[in-house]
Structure formats: C-alpha cells, structure tokens
C-alpha cells in the first residue's frame, strides 16, 4: 500500500531517510529549512515544499526530523491554525524531552490528530543498513498504523509505552553512548601516551565484557583525529546530554556523572567541534599539544 507521507526536517538524519521513503515506493513531501543536498532525493521523485503546512496537509503521516525542541516549536506548532493537524498522524522521531513530548501531543490530540513519539537508535549508516532502532511512544493503535513506515529504516521497532516514556528510553541509551565514548576516549588516550601498542590494546579489549561496538566505530576518528562528515554532530549529543540531566534531575538521580560529560562536550566545542563527530570529546581529553 502507498502511503503518503511527510518529512520535515531533511539533515543529516532526515535526507536518508527521506530516500529509503521514495525507495520503498511511496509518495514523499519534504519541507526543510535549507534546500540544500534535496535535489538528488527529488529526482527520486519526492515533492518538496517551503510549507511545512503543506507537507503536513498533502499527507497522511508526517514525520518530524528536527534538531530540537525550540526549532520544533517554531517550524511545526508556531502557526496560528494548527487545524491542519485534523485527521493526521504526527510521527515525532527527534530526540525531546518526555515533557516537551506530551506537550506536543495534547496539541495534536486537541486539533483531532493522532501523535506517536519514535525516536531512533542510530546514525546516518544505520539509516542505509536499515538497521536503526525505533522506540515509540503512545497508543497501540497509533503504533501499529505507523509500523509499516517505521519498518522502513529499521526492523527493529518497539512500542515503549505511553507518550514520553520512549524519549526517556532515548535519553537513558544516549547517556550511555556519551559515558561510553568518554571512557574509551580516556582509556585509548592513556594507551597512546605511554607508548602502548593499540593494536594490542583494543584486541583485549574485544575480548573482554566492557567492549561495545562503538569502541570500533570511533578508534579511527579518534587515532587519526578526523573528525569532519560525522555520523552525529558534538552540538546534538550536547543538546541531548541536557536533557538527560533534566530527567535525572526531575527523577532525584545523581548526575555528578552526566555533569562531567557535559563539561567535556562544552570544551569540545569551545575547541572548534561543535559540527564535527562527537569523537573530537577525544580532543578535550587528550589535547595534542600534549602529546
């Protein structure tokens, strides 16, 4: 079945997934703040739009791919009439808060539409591999309308429970990719400044219980100290790392941890990484005038 849909938001994670939309065979409308890299996906066939009403009144299912909650306010629910909303289903995949997310669900709820939170576990390559993670939140209705468009970037898709608990869900995994990052940063940083053999290094590490795939992902960014065409930009993982300490905060849970990984992304960005692959934390850890 053909499905029309919307996408607004066509970045880093939006334009794939805007291309695995048209690849699957259905009809595709895309409002993106910047119309630049849309071309190749409207040869594919999308539409595009500088309404992001429109993209949301031409479709069935809109999905919303943007930054942040403040760019989300603006683009999507800033307008006057938001009766536009009537008869559609909302498919939030940006990582928000829990409460910004059930804000905007009453929204749409209240003008007669259908809301479903589901954002992602993965990046960009993910997105190609169709293997991102999708964790959704709200009811089981709106959930198994959505799931044949959702199965489109993953197979792996879970109903979480009810609105806002998904995003903790996405909060709660993106602390541990930031911890985790940081800790193997530490620890390859250690390595490399008493002349260890790294090779030797991460082939105990592969056969230990700390290992995590992500290790891998990142050692040749980290090594080589390239850092440019990220997978997921510093500034996000910063943004996101904030509002982890909101809910740890809210749920009377020690922080002291998260705090620290926040300090290390604000000096990664104050280095100049704020667009650069969050691996640059490596940068603030072990700077190279201290090599």
């Not at 999308?46 to 989300?72: H, Q």
């Amino acid at each position: 079945m053909t499905l029309k849909v919307g996408l607004i938001g066509a970045g880093l994670m939006g334009a794939p997934m805007a291309r695995k939309i048209v690849e699957a065979g259905h009809s595709l409308i895309i409002h993106n703040r910047s119309s630049r890299g849309l071309q190749p996906i409207q040869q594919l066939g999308a539409a595009i739009t500088r309404s992001p009403m429109k993209a949301l009144s031409e479709s069935d299912f809109t999905i919303v791919m943007l930054p942040d909650n403040d760019t989300i306010e603006q683009v999507v629910f800033g307008k006057e009439d938001l009766s536009v909303f009537k008869g559609k289903t909302l498919i939030m995949m940006s990582t928000i808060g829990p409460d910004q997310s059930r804000d905007f669900a009453e929204v749409v709820a209240r003008e007669g539409g259908e809301y479903l939170e589901a954002p992602v576990l993965g990046s960009v390559p993910d997105v190609e591999a169709r293997r991102l993670t999708v964790m959704a939140g709200g009811t089981p209705d709106t959930f198994k309308k959505c799931l044949p468009l959702l199965e489109i970037f993953g197979k792996e898709c879970h109903l979480i429970g009810q609105v806002g608990q998904a995003a903790v869900m996405k909060l709660a995994l993106n602390q541990m990719i930031a911890t985790l990052t940081i800790g193997f940063a530490t620890s390859l940083s250690m390595v490399q400044a008493h002349d260890l053999d790294v090779s030797q290094f991460m082939n105990i590490l592969r056969q230990s219980a700390v290992y995590a795939p992500t290790f891998d992902t990142k050692l040749v960014r980290m090594i080589e100290r390239k850092f440019k065409d990220p997978n997921f930009p510093t500034k996000h993982l910063l943004k996101d790392v904030d509002l982890v300490l909101s809910v740890l905060r809210e749920a009377d849970i020690s922080s002291s941890i998260v705090e620290s990984v926040r300090d290390i992304l604000h000096l990664t960005i104050e280095n100049g990484f704020a667009s650069s692959d969050y691996s640059a934390m490596i940068d603030a850890i072990h700077p190279p005038e201290n090599w």
